[in-house]
């Protein structure tokens, strides 16, 4: 079993910068998605710091060792404290805060941290599960019976998080974690996609097995836009594929 990711990053139709941040390393297996907020370029600072600090922990010497879950959460909570401070010592930076969803592999099991309303799937036997939980206001009528998943992104307090990375100095993150099997497909994204497309139609894409994960990325991407392209969109896919591993760059 190796791994195949591919990913892909657009501001969309309306927005005039892209504040979501990405990150694709193979060699440690990590994959992240961020998407910022805060006024003048407040939300590209806070999503770049997370994403990057994520990437430093989780690349350091040493990594290896120890319980994974537990160096993925510290990871998240140094990226929390990173943007915390960030916006003490900038007045420009005060709000500002990112979501952050964070996947990796280690020892045939994959381990997700999550905060904010970027989301993390799993295609398996055809089947698209949402493996993390939405910090949001809508989520929670959702959970409670209220409201329809389909008619989250459609209700006016659907940008509304009630969890993010950075306003607080420490921050409740949650940890998924699970068996990874040959052929499953993980999708991380930002809500620029979720927004514009029901589990339904990600589960269509995801199900396509002749396109390349990067393939599937820019389908997601182009759809979102075709949807009219309300908000920044990120996606990055990763396919567990079976056989010997090969090496993808980067
Ligand atoms: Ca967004």
Redesign the pocket.
Known sequence: MYIRHGSQTDQGRIRTSN??SFIVNGRSKLFLVA?G?GGHAAGEVASHIASTTVEELLTAPGDSQGDPAETLRLAAQSANAGIYEAQRENPEYLGMGS?LTALIFRSAQYYIAHVG??RAYLLRDGTLDQLTRDHSVVWHLYESGVLRKEDLSRHPQK?LIIRSIGPHPQVEIDIESGEARERDVFLLC???LT?VLPDEAIRRVLSDGDKTPQELADTLVDAANMGGGP??VTVVVVRLEPGAAQEQTP
């Open positions: 504040e979501d998407d907020m979501t309303d970027s940008n930002s809500d620029g927004d908000d920044n």
